[in-house]
């Protein structure tokens, strides 16, 4: 994508989107469906805060639209969200980046939701609306799962030296 | 920075209002997901490894238990399948009586389970027969206790079923015990279904078998639905709220059947009937077996198959006693059961779970 040739060990990045992508269409228990954390959301998150030349709105397009063809959506609906997420991550970059942890959670569940919300508006567009608001909660389980995620990613970025 | 957003975004509501309008995106979704929808059959990998492992290590009572047991299920399911052929034939005889259109068979092929839609709140699953296996938009799939969905998107090698129980399914349903039409809604619950505007004094009660009238043109006629749960009369209510409770197990059945019916006309039956008695003779054929002789081949393609030959014409049947080829001998032409061959006029299998309904003559009709 954009930038790709500048940055070493990029394909790293390319296999956590991939395990991110199994990871949204696994099987889970029922009571858990409603829970499933955003994990492309937040592997973009993390990529575009590290390495905001090589990860950016383009990449989160491509994603949103893998993640429209498994989820059956209608093709762009998630492909926007996505662009979204990773555009206010990329405006907020400077700050985040300072940010204490708990700080960046808060911020990220601010995102999520937001995100989240132009979802259900979407969804209701196309006819199927949600009955409740249940859908917040992915992003208040990704939130609380940020601090894991985001300290796996950087002792992989240190360990491969991605950049 | 914002520039690029609203590119993007522009781009994906254009994408949006294109893939919802037209079919302009349906090739390029389907090449997309040649590829990626792998990722379901990978993340269900895992489970499959699991059971794989188990029935290496289970141990041998109990497998001696369940083949104890599937064997008189089988036994059960065979007595009830000598009365089904009784019944088909006369069945197809009391038709023949009243002019009306003959029953149809469909034939079945097995799909399995590979993955579950991710979200939450619509009921969808992707099984792994696709466009390429010969299914079609619209297809029925039933589980072994009654109907499950309808196939609404197809792949090449794997296709997303919209589950009855999904709030924007709508089936039409009959009551098994008078015939008494409504419509089953789905609610979003994989225990219920709810019948829309039934009147409050309708003859509908608790137990009743809701069966598949077959009027919307998309489901064939008589297979199982729902059994009703409850019925509430709420005299502030204009119509009675009735809950029923899917036959089918939607959320724990692996292996589907998907229902291929039989869209000739009468007439091509009757021809392609007499073609393939012509065929059978031809051959040297078997001894001719009366129709109500039930033969029972296990095939991998075709499930349940029993070939009971309701001979699939009115103007056919009389003459001929619907002969059905012998259970062992030499393979006439026509018998294999293969989907992709229309002219093969051997009786289609029908599944095990449809009970011997008698549907009333005004909803027969399914071409």
Not at chain 1, 35 to 49: E, H
Not at chain 1, 96 to 113: D, N, S
Not at chain 2, 158 to 178: A, F, K, W
Not at chain 2, 360 to 366: D, E, H, K, L, Y
Request: hydrophobic share 50%; aromatic share 6%.
């Amino acid at each position: 994508m954009v930038g790709a040739t500048a940055s070493r060990n990029g394909w790293i990045v390319w296999l956590t989107f991939l395990v991110g992508l199994l990871l949204s269409v696994s099987p889970l228990p029922i009571f858990m469906e409603i829970l499933r954390p955003l994990w492309l959301a937040l592997l973009l998150t993390f990529w575009a805060l590290y390495m905001p030349h090589t990860v950016g709105m383009v990449t989160a397009f491509c994603l949103g639209l893998a993640e429209d063809v498994l989820q059956g959506d209608l093709f762009g609906q998630n492909a926007l969200i996505l662009t979204l997420i990773t555009f206010l991550v990329l405006s907020l970059q400077q700050r985040l980046r300072m940010f204490p942890m708990w700080q960046q959670c808060l911020v990220i569940l601010v995102i999520f939701g937001l995100a989240q919300l132009v979802q259900l508006w979407l969804s209701a567009l196309t006819g199927n609306r949600q009955p409740t608001l249940a859908l917040v909660l992915p992003a208040l389980v990704s939130a609380l799962l940020w601090p894991w995620v985001s300290f796996a990613l950087r002792g992989l970025r240190r360990r491969y030296k991605i950049n | 920075m914002g520039v690029r957003l609203l590119v993007l975004a522009v781009l994906s509501v254009a994408l949006m209002v294109v893939d919802a309008r037209f079919d302009l995106l349906k090739p390029a979704r389907k090449q997309a997901s040649l590829v990626l929808m792998d990722a379901y059959w990978i993340t269900d990998l895992p489970g499959r490894l699991w059971e794989g492992i188990a029935s290496q290590f289970g141990s041998r009572t109990e497998l001696v238990a369940e083949n104890e047991k599937l064997k008189t299920e089988n036994l059960l399911y065979q007595g009830r399948m000598q009365k089904l052929a009784a019944l088909t034939e006369q069945n197809v005889r009391l038709r023949e009586l009243l002019n009306s259109s003959a029953l149809v068979n469909e034939k079945v092929e097995v799909a399995e389970l590979i993955g579950m839609d991710p979200n939450p709140f619509t009921h969808r699953i992707i099984i792994n027969k696709g466009e390429r296996d010969g299914v079609v938009l619209g297809q029925p799939v039933l589980d072994a206790r009654g109907l499950m969905g309808q196939v609404v998107e197809l792949m090449p090698y794997t296709s997303r079923v919209l589950l009855l129980t999904d709030t924007t399914h709508s089936i039409p349903v009959q009551v098994n015990r008078n015939g008494l039409r409504a419509i089953a809604s789905g609610t979003g619950n994989p225990e219920r279904l709810e019948l829309r505007h039934v009147a409050d004094t309708a003859d509908i009660k608790e137990g009743d078998l809701l069966v598949s009238s077959g009027l919307g043109q998309r489901f064939p006629a008589g297979y199982p639905v729902a059994t009703v749960k409850e019925v509430i009369h709420d005299s502030g209510q204009p119509f009675a709220i009735v809950r029923a409770v899917p036959t089918a197990a939607l959320n724990r059945s692996r292996y589907l059947l998907l229902v291929f019916s039989d869209n000739r006309t009468a007439e091509e039956r009757a021809n392609d009937a007499a073609q393939a008695q012509e065929n059978l003779d031809a051959f040297g054929g078997g001894p001719i077996i009366p129709a109500t002789v039930p033969k029972t081949v296990t095939s991998p393609a075709v499930a349940p198959a029993n070939a009971t030959p309701a001979a699939p014409a009115a103007n056919a049947a009389p003459t001929q006693p619907a002969a059905s080829k012998p259970p062992a001998a030499a393979k006439p032409p026509a018998a294999t059961p293969a989907a992709s061959k229309p002219p093969a006029a051997q009786p289609a299998a029908r599944p095990a779970a449809k009970p011997p309904v008698s549907a009333p003559a005004t909803t027969g009709r399914q071409e």
